[in-house]
């Protein structure tokens, strides 16, 4: 699991930093789900990661809309190369919404058909 090491407190409020680590929590309990950090808590809400076929993510939830891009390896999840899928949310969006971003990026995960990888044996 990866967090942010900072003090954030004074900005953001020991309530959204509990939240930002129930979020990555949630998320990385996730077999397919090797790494993530919350990168801006609201407004939009963004997730960076890595899955664990060592793809990187991003997951972005604002103005009723939530995104994820996953890059192929060795690709920002910002490049061309990317595939996203989008399907709606609240307009508004926070990292304390823990239940609705972890749905949503369940639901987007599975529309863009990420399985947890299988190790091969011989």
Do not use: N
Not at 36 to 56: H, K, M, N, S
Not at 90 to 102: I, K, L
Request: proline share 5%; hydrophobic share 40%.
């Amino acid at each position: 699991m990866t967090t942010e090491d900072r003090d954030d407190d004074w900005m953001y409020g020991p309530g959204t930093l509990a939240a930002r680590a129930v979020l990555v929590s949630r998320l990385t309990s996730d077999p397919r789900i090797a790494s993530a950090r919350v990168t801006c808590d609201a407004a939009p809400l963004q997730i960076e990661g890595e899955l664990d076929d060592e793809r990187q993510f991003y997951f972005r939830a604002r103005w009723g809309t939530a995104a994820l891009s996953i890059a192929p390896v060795g690709y920002s999840p910002i490049d061309a190369e990317v595939r996203t899928e989008h399907i709606e949310c609240s307009q508004w969006m926070a990292t304390e919404d823990v239940g609705e971003a972890f749905t949503l990026f369940a639901a987007l995960l599975a529309l863009l058909e990420v399985h947890p990888r299988q190790e091969v044996t011989e």
